[in-house]
């Protein structure tokens, strides 16, 4: 297994491929079906082509299996603090461990960076993933945000970890 930042050499259709099916995947029954069947890798493009090394990748034999997307958190009262934008894996590779792996290079790639806390944004109703962090150190802020997908309005909860 190697994981690390994205260069402009990667192939970054299939970090863009790897998001699409981790939220046809993810997502499925959560949000609208007509949503999540439009998406493709061209809806992270435009983001992964701008800094691809806020990306890292997580390989296996040269093949991509997941992806995560790091930043600074430019708010008020949020300084110190790095964001998990997004962290997916391909669906036959949930529960063998790369999810977690990839979890850690994200943290450390923020820490290397100078952060001393991490923060992410997950679907209320995403019980498998709240879990999934749950068990890997992070907690409730009791912070709340409402995002609109296609015709539905989700509610966000933020999940920190110090």
Not at 59 to 76: I, N, Q, Y
Not at 141 to 151: A, F, I, P, T, V
Request: charged fraction near 25%; charge should be negative.
């Amino acid at each position: 297994m190697e994981i690390r930042p994205l260069t402009l050499q990667d192939d970054l259709r299939a970090v863009g491929e790897v998001y699409a099916e981790g939220w046809k995947n993810a997502y499925q029954r959560l949000l609208p079906q007509r949503f999540l069947d439009k998406l493709n890798h061209e809806r992270w493009s435009a983001v992964l082509h701008a800094d691809p090394s806020a990306t890292i990748g997580l390989f296996e034999e040269g093949r991509l299996l997941g992806a995560a997307t790091t930043g600074f958190v430019r708010e008020e009262g949020r300084e110190g603090y790095g964001e998990i934008a997004s962290l997916y894996v391909l669906p036959e590779c949930i529960g063998q461990g790369y999810g977690a792996a990839l979890l850690r290079a994200a943290e450390d790639h923020l820490r290397d960076q100078g952060c001393e806390g991490v923060c992410l944004w997950v679907m209320c109703a995403n019980t498998r993933s709240i879990s999934f962090y749950l068990r890997k150190g992070y907690r409730p802020s009791g912070r709340m945000q409402s995002e609109r997908y296609g015709e539905a309005d989700v509610e966000l909860m933020e999940l920190v970890k110090d």
